[in-house]
């Protein structure tokens, strides 16, 4: 007699991380390996964030603080938000789990895009909730067809600004017409894990709207730009009444202590935030460049990481990197199978990088 369990979750495909180095080196009996898959920042963490957590070693008896009060009163300040507005998370992702298992139940609809992060789905599905996805257009949400198919039982609509994977971001016009269609009672939620590497100027965040929008929710996270992926943590910002609903359903001690003071350490570190936007910029000016002398075409992005079509079985291209030391993101759980995604490394890291994406292609025969 089998286990039971429900069909939502039987049907689950879990979510295909990034392959670790240590894991390629290991199955390939390979050194000196190289990962651009998961978007993590090409610099390492903040120098400041991890004096924190030296310092705070001496702590780890203790646990943390429930509340998160330090860091949040520091998020509170910065975004001009109050405090009780501020739900933080171990990373972003647990937010986005919080959100659905708080508001949405089974057989309520949550309305995406289709390619999306896919976290949206999966979490939707684990709660027997039905993911709606929207074809994108052009590679950027579409959201007049994505406010069409808003449904009496739609309770939440996701949105990452930027998108992963496209790396394309939502107008303000665009999204302030889409807000106006959407009712009162849809969470909206926008994940700005990218944010920072973003052009103000082409785009919008939640923080603009948290006096006057009762039902958005706004992800951030410390993962991409401050470099602390490791330590999984990230916040929403939400109306406070919405996050007296998710602290209900959060654990108590949710996000450790070293991901707290690191947090903290690291907004103060203006300085490598400065230095990290500089790497992605130049990095991605040279990579654009060379992937066209190689007739290539990539998306443009307003994030760290770039789509690239390849023109053949990206799973393909993929593989034989790996047996180069290279990790780079396969898109065929996406449905893009012709693409691959890579995140902007260190100078020597993209050339790398490019050299042996040159000599894949040529092996691999996938394109021409
Ligand atoms: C990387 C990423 C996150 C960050 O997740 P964490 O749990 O904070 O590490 C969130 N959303 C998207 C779209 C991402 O690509």
Redesign the pocket.
């Known amino acids: 007699m089998g286990i039971r369990v429900s069909d939502n979750i039987a049907e689950l495909q879990p979510y295909p991380p990034g392959k670790p180095l240590e894991e390629l080196e290991r199955e390939y009996g390979i050194s000196d390996s190289i990962k651009l898959a ?2 993590e920042n090409p610099l390492g963490s903040s120098p400041r964030a991890l004096e924190a957590v030296r310092i705070h070693l001496e702590n780890l008896r203790r646990y943390p603080d429930g509340s998160g009060f330090y860091l949040k009163q520091r998020l509170s300040r910065l975004l001009g938000v109050p405090q009780t507005a501020i739900v933080l ?6 937010i ?1 789990d919080l959100a659905i298992r708080t508001f949405v139940q089974p057989g309520d609809e949550v309305l995406m895009s289709d390619p ?2 896919l ?1 949206y789905r999966l979490m939707t599905q684990a709660v027997g909730g039905r993911p709606v996805q929207v074809s994108q257009k052009g590679f950027a949400h579409d959201l007049k067809s994505m406010a069409a198919a808003v449904s009496s039982r739609t309770r939440m609509v996701f949105l ?1 600004n930027p ?2 994977p496209s790396g394309t971001v939502i107008s303000r016009e665009d999204f302030e017409a889409f807000r106006s269609q959407i009712p009162a009672d849809v969470l909206i939620v926008l ?1 700005e ?2 944010i920072e590497f973003a052009d103000p100027e082409l785009t919008v965040s939640g923080t603009e709207y948290v006096d006057d929008l009762p039902s958005v929710i706004t ?1 951030r ?4 730009a401050y470099g602390l ?1 490791g330590l ?3 916040y929403g910002i939400m109306p406070p009444e919405v996050a007296g609903y998710v602290n209900r359903v959060r654990q108590p001690f949710n996000v450790n202590s070293l991901a707290q003071v690191a947090a903290l350490a690291a907004l103060d570190d203006g300085q490598f935030l400065q230095e990290t936007l500089q790497v992605v910029r130049e990095g991605l000016a040279f990579l654009y460049k060379e992937l066209a002398n190689m007739q290539l075409r990539a998306l443009p992005t307003q994030t760290n990481f770039l789509l690239i079509d390849v023109g053949g079985d990206g799973k393909k291209i993929y593989e034989a990197m790996l047996r180069r030391g290279v990790i780079v993101r396969a898109m065929s759980s996406y449905g893009l199978n012709n693409y691959i995604r890579i995140s902007v490394g260190k100078p020597d890291e993209n050339r790398r990088f490019l050299k042996a994406l040159k000599e894949v292609i040529g092996e691999t025969g996938v394109r021409r």
């Not at 998370?89 to 647990?94: M, R």
């Not at 996270?221 to 991409?224: A, E, I």
């Open positions: 998961s978007n998370g171990n990373g972003s992702n647990e986005i999306t992060f976290v990452d998108n992963n994940d894990a990218y992800l996270t410390f993962s991409k992926a999984r943590i990230g």
